[in-house]
């Protein structure tokens, strides 16, 4: 998708509190890359897109449009001096694939998941321990308990709720095969397995990095939105059993929602726990 003066460009994108700012963490170990938390740019796609289709816009020819998204994608990051490659992180990225695809036919997009029920419990966890610092994410009335916190993150133009409604489309549209979807859970497992196979399936040079030194921090951009945390990685890629702290109901409620545990319906690829076959299609 770039210009021969600027870095190849790939994608982050899937749900949040599901691996992406450690993903990207992980990324940057790797001197011929950079990658980062959510970036404007897909506003600024999106934007460029919804304008040139606003009234008025009719003169433009489907090439000129082309061109246009293709120039901010390949000069957004020309300055990322000494870089063979850049991870750009958006959760909605997944709503503008037939887009992507379009501009370039072999894009690939690296979504992190997690079951559901444990992102409503992760954020929940964030909330209660800056419990002097009413966040951001919610209105006043959506603070008032955790069952108005969920169905406020669940809506579908809300933090969990859009990601995942843009996730399962692309999940199941005419372009999944470009996805690759990875489950947090096996990425903190197996975390060499798991970088071994997204280098296979972006077509990149592997890289042996240290899962013990891992740190990564947010503090400004956390702090705008009143969470602390929100993007903070520990030094050491593990996985810890742990019991949640939402109610029971709840938790059974969103832990249905996990969709990509069925992936006949889908050619997306899959990196998941004990899913040899699947894992094999991102080999």
């Not at 059993?241 to 938790?251: A, G, K, Q, S, Y």
Request: with cysteine.
């Amino acid at each position: 998708m770039a210009a021969t003066s600027s870095p190849r460009l790939h994608f982050i994108s899937g749900l949040p509190r599901s691996g992406s700012t450690l993903l990207a963490a992980l990324l940057r170990q790797n001197p011929r890359f950079q990658a980062g938390i959510t970036s404007p740019l897909c506003a600024l796609f999106a934007g460029l897109l919804n304008g040139m289709a606003a009234e008025g816009a009719g003169g433009i020819s489907e090439a000129q449009r082309a061109r246009v998204l293709r120039g901010l994608l390949d000069s957004y990051y020309a300055d990322a001096e000494g870089k063979d490659a850049v991870f750009d992180t958006n959760r909605m990225w997944t709503a503008r694939l037939p887009a992507l695809v379009a501009l370039d036919p072999n894009v690939k997009l690296v979504c992190m998941v997690r079951n559901v029920a444990w992102i409503m419990d992760s954020i929940e966890r964030l909330v209660r321990a800056n419990a002097l610092l009413p966040s951001r994410l919610f209105g006043e009335a959506e603070r008032a308990n955790v069952y108005a916190r969920v169905d406020a993150l669940a809506a579908r133009d809300r933090l969990v709720g859009a990601a995942w409604s843009a996730l399962k489309e692309a999940f199941y549209g005419g372009d999944a095969e470009h996805l690759l979807i990875v489950e947090y859970d096996y990425l903190a497992r197996a975390p060499a397995r798991v970088m071994a196979l997204i280098y296979r399936f972006l077509g990149e040079e592997g890289f042996a990095h240290d899962f013990d030194n891992v740190e990564f921090d947010e503090p400004d951009y956390d702090l705008r939105l009143a969470t602390p945390g929100l993007h903070r990685v520990g030094r050491r890629v593990r996985f810890t059993e742990r019991p949640t702290i939402l109610p029971p109901d709840i938790f059974a409620r969103f832990a249905e929602m996990s969709f990509w545990t069925d992936p006949a319906p889908s050619r997306a690829n899959l990196l998941a726990p004990r899913r040899g076959k699947a894992e094999a299609s991102a080999a």
